[in-house]
């Protein structure tokens, strides 16, 4: 019975420390996570979890790994302000569709399939690419597009 508090005790003050953490660092929803702060949650989740079930770890060496693991988290949003660093690790929007011609270079880089992108425009309510006058592959990796009759409607 002691070892099932234990546990309970351990996995509770990580998860008020993680919450805690989080609402610091200001996220909001999971849409603002970078690749860096997936990887942190990842790594994170694996520490933590391995505490849970060892006796030798103590409630203070949780906390001690939350801290530490929130302030490699506040250093990176810091870091992430900086526009050289964020383009690095966030990449930046690309233009994937220009005057109704997808950029096959780019899908290949991108690992992003015909159907995808078709998916993506449906969303938009675009069914043919030749609509588009230009298609913005975002950061999070959806499409923006303008289409040929938006620019029409503007012009009149």
């Known amino acids: 019975m002691e070892?099932?508090?234990?546990?309970?005790?351990?996995?509770?003050?990580?998860?008020?420390?993680?919450?805690?953490?989080?609402?610091?660092?200001?996220?909001?929803?999971?849409?603002?996570?970078t690749p860096v702060d997936l990887v942190f949650m990842l790594i994170?989740?694996?520490?933590?979890?391995?505490?849970?079930?060892?006796?030798?770890?103590?409630?203070?060496?949780?906390?001690?790994?939350?801290?530490?693991?929130?302030l490699c988290m506040w250093g990176s949003e810091k870091l992430t302000r900086k526009n050289a660093f964020e383009r690095w690790i966030d990449g930046k929007p690309e233009i994937i569709i220009k005057n109704g011609t997808v950029n096959t270079r780019l899908m290949e880089k991108e690992n992003l399939s015909k159907?995808?992108?078709?998916?993506?425009?449906?969303?938009?309510?675009?069914?043919?690419?030749?609509?588009?006058?230009l298609g913005i592959l975002e950061i999070d990796g959806t499409i923006s597009a303008k289409l040929y009759k938006d620019t029409d409607n503007q012009e009149k």
């Open 115 to 133: 159907q995808e992108l078709e998916t993506q425009l449906r969303k938009q309510g675009v069914f043919n690419v030749k609509e588009v006058r």
């Open 3 to 33: 070892l099932y508090l234990g546990v309970a005790l351990k996995f509770i003050v990580a998860l008020i420390g993680i919450i805690i953490v989080i609402r610091i660092i200001g996220q909001k929803e999971l849409a603002q996570t």
């Open 44 to 70: 994170l989740a694996d520490i933590v979890g391995g505490m849970i079930h060892e006796k030798d770890f103590k409630i203070t060496h949780i906390i001690f790994i939350i801290i530490i693991w929130g």
